[in-house]
């Protein structure tokens, strides 16, 4: 009984708090301090469930972040995938730090999203899943948080 009534006094305190609440005002609780982010997402055979995946982290609430999709030679695809779904081209990107461990075959970027670029990494580099990883955070532009696909062999 004792529970029914503290359940009973919680629902009626938290209705009569939301009254007037409204959710634009929390919409962006960030101070302007944090630190951008880069989500790294490798990518093997993966052009079923791609365009899904990056959809969802793409929507991620933050201040500033970057998402760099990483298709390390896969044989299906995938790549075709991202760029139907993502209208990305290929562009031309200076490598700040070039690195043998991380060979890459082209950088995509995206006209509709314009954080969110997709490297295409040779085939060989696919049993490495360091070199994959380095491909990707060397391109970053902020600091990284490796994300990594549930489907994804790593």
Known sequence: MVYLTLNVLAFRAVRSAGVGYDSAETRHPYSGLEPPISLLLPAFDEELTIA?????????????????????????GTLAA????????PRRIRCPV???????????????????????????QSRCPQCRRN??????????????SSSATA
């Open 52 to 76: 899904a995946s990056v959809t969802s982290l793409l929507q991620l609430f933050y201040s500033e972040f970057e998402v760099i999709v990483i298709s390390d030679g896969s044989r299906d």
């Open 82 to 89: 991202m760029t139907r779904a993502f209208d990305c081209s």
């Open 98 to 124: 070039p690195s043998p461990t991380a060979l890459v075959r082209s950088v995509y970027t995206s006209r509709q999203f314009p954080n969110l670029r997709v490297i295409d990494s040779p085939r060989r």
């Open 135 to 148: 491909a990707g955070v060397i391109r970053c532009s902020a600091r990284s948080l490796p994300i990594q």
